[in-house]
């Protein structure tokens, strides 16, 4: 028999799997969980499922204090919040988590950042859940290429595209319970935390780098809407954003 989900779904692909899941496999939710009154929480709804909206901190954390979802599997689907020790031990198999990144490579936060800045492999996982940052053993993983014309953003649309096509294609696996697990050699891999980026993102004009280096840093950087890198000279502050294409 199928393991009863407690789907906690956020964003563009807990939205995208979610949808998938209540097409494909609707009764095998026993629970959808998200940030807020969004199409994902009016999906659920729609389709006669167990709700949770939490707009705020305060109610989501006694939700995770007094939780028993009933459920045999948890899954995280792209979300953005830190689980309780109670919430991994509130369902039978415990959680599996989607992240963006070809683990044990970026680990936590700004994986599009770092694969860039670092030259390291790039792609996406599922993993279970533990106690600990992304360092749950793997179910399955798909690597994503990346040239000299990728950027911050453009990582990121390949990760959310590569996220949705790793879930669907993993699930019926996941639901048979047919997916054998693999340690991660987190010695091999890297960690980064939301506190880092601005410190990595500022550029030293007077202090020795290559080219490579910095032209990794500015297109790291460079996404639509967010901040760039930065410097300062005389005291005036700037941004500094990139383009590289191929030449025909």
Avoid at 17 to 26: P, V
Wanted: with cysteine; proline share 4%; aromatic share 10%.
């Amino acid at each position: 028999m199928p393991p009863l989900l407690a789907v906690f779904a956020d964003a563009e692909v807990g939205l995208h799997c979610t949808h998938w899941l209540i097409k494909n496999y609707k009764a095998d939710l026993g629970a959808v969980v998200t940030t807020g009154q969004n199409e994902i929480y009016r999906i659920a709804l729609r389709n006669g499922l167990n709700a949770h909206a939490y707009t705020d901190d305060a109610s989501y954390f006694q939700f995770c204090d007094n939780s028993k979802t009933g459920c045999d599997l948890g899954l995280l689907l792209w979300w953005p919040r830190i689980i309780s020790p109670r919430i991994i031990g509130s369902t039978r198999l415990g959680f599996v988590n989607t992240h963006p990144s070809l683990l044990p490579f970026n680990r936590g936060k700004h994986y599009n950042f770092w694969a860039l800045v670092e030259q390291c492999p790039f792609g996406v996982s599922l993993h279970l859940v533990e106690e600990g940052i992304d360092c749950g053993d793997l179910i399955a993983q798909r690597g994503i290429d990346y040239t000299w014309e990728d950027t911050g953003e453009t990582l990121y649309r390949k990760a959310i595209a590569g996220m949705k096509e790793l879930f669907i294609d993993t699930y019926p696996l996941i639901r048979e319970q047919k997916l054998a697990t693999k340690p991660q050699v987190l010695s091999k891999g890297s960690i980064h935390f939301s506190s880092e980026l601005e410190a990595a993102s500022r550029i030293a004009l007077d202090e020795p780098t290559t080219a490579r280096q910095l032209l990794n840093l500015l297109r790291a950087r460079t996404f639509e809407g967010h901040p760039a890198c930065s410097f300062c000279d005389n005291g005036v502050e700037y941004e500094a954003r990139i383009e590289i294409t191929k030449k025909k």
